[in-house]
């Protein structure tokens, strides 16, 4: 049996081997637990930067754009213009700058205008001229307005009928026109005249063409009687008196 001495002294060496057992498990285990969250990390910091998009600041070397978004995008296309046809008679004949087709097209953005007014038409009458118009009322213009394949189609007439009713005429035109258009926007003003009075007759008029106009969806514009005294024709201030409330109902 060894000495109290050598007992002691082993006892000693037991601890400081021990002691140092202990601080290697301890250093093992934190390895142990750092060690996953560490390529966890590195793995997450990898992947995030794999995806990041490569800004505009700093092109790829071969000189290719840094993205091609922009080049894939279809080039930018002018809004589409609205085909306009109007039938009417005197009051809308001439050179669109000196009449209120012009300048309702132009504040409208109308484009293009197809013009198939005579003077003399009404819903009853003949043109007195046609000029490459259809040489009939307006109930007989139905099928030239549809080959122009309109998205608006205005009428504009009226007075030249006379005192005589025209409302079952005005309402087959528009119905006609209805069916044959499904999808353009039908509208129709009220007529007017230059005389020095208007006859009590146009009021008449005007009432049978909303009626018909509305039956179908239109859209119907009085424009008053701004041409009262105007004399054969409709002056520049009446015309562009009836520019302005085509504008203000239709803009």
Same mark, same amino acid.
């Given at each position: +049996?060894p ?15 021990l002691?140092l057992?202990?601080?290697?498990? $301890? ?13 966890? *990390?590195?793995?997450s910091? &990898?992947?995030?930067?794999?995806? #990041?998009?490569?800004? $505009? =600041?700093?092109?790829? @070397? ?5 993205? !091609? !978004?922009?080049?894939?995008?279809p ?7 609205? !085909?306009?046809? /109007? +039938?009417?008679? !005197?009051? $809308?004949? *001439?050179?669109?700058?000196v009449?209120? /087709?012009g #300048? @309702?097209?132009?504040?409208l953005?109308?484009? %293009?205008? &197809? ?7 009404g ?8 000029? *490459? ?13 549809? =080959?122009?394949h %309109?998205?608006?189609? &205005?009428?504009? *007439? ?16 528009? @119905? ?6 499904? =999808?353009?926007?039908?509208?129709a ?6 005389e &020095?009075a ?23 514009i009085?424009?008053?009687? %701004? ?5 054969e024709?409709? $002056? ?9 409330? /085509? ?5």
């Open positions: +049996m000495p109290p001495r050598s007992r002691n002294r082993l006892a000693t060496i037991g601890l400081i081997v002691g057992v202990a601080a290697t498990l $301890s250093a093992i285990a934190l390895l142990w637990h750092r060690t996953p969250a560490t390529v966890t *990390g590195v793995a910091t &990898v992947q995030t930067t794999s995806h #990041a998009p490569t800004t $505009s =600041q700093h092109p790829a @070397a071969t000189g290719e754009p840094a993205s !091609s !978004s922009v080049l894939d995008q080039p930018t296309t002018p809004a589409t213009q609205i !085909s306009v046809v /109007v +039938m009417g008679d !005197s009051h $809308s004949v *001439g050179d669109p700058s009449t209120w /087709v #300048a @309702a097209s132009a504040q953005g109308w484009g %293009p205008v &197809v013009n198939l007014s005579a003077p003399g038409r819903f009853l009458t003949n043109p007195s001229s046609c000029d *490459g118009s259809p040489c009939a009322p307006f109930g007989g213009t139905v099928t030239a307005i549809a =080959q122009a %309109p998205d608006v189609v &205005v009428t504009f *007439g009226g007075a030249a009928d006379g005192d005589f009713a025209i409302g079952d005429q005005s309402r087959q035109y528009f @119905a006609d026109l209805r069916a044959a258009l499904p =999808q353009a926007k039908l509208v003003l009220s007529p007017v005249t230059t &020095v208007a006859p009590y007759w146009l009021t008449m008029h005007a009432q049978s063409i909303r009626e018909a106009v509305e039956a179908v969806g239109g859209t119907f009085d424009v008053g009687q %701004p041409g009262l005294g105007n004399g024709q409709l $002056s520049a201030q009446a015309q562009a008196e009836i520019a302005q409330h /085509v504008v203000a109902q239709l803009r």
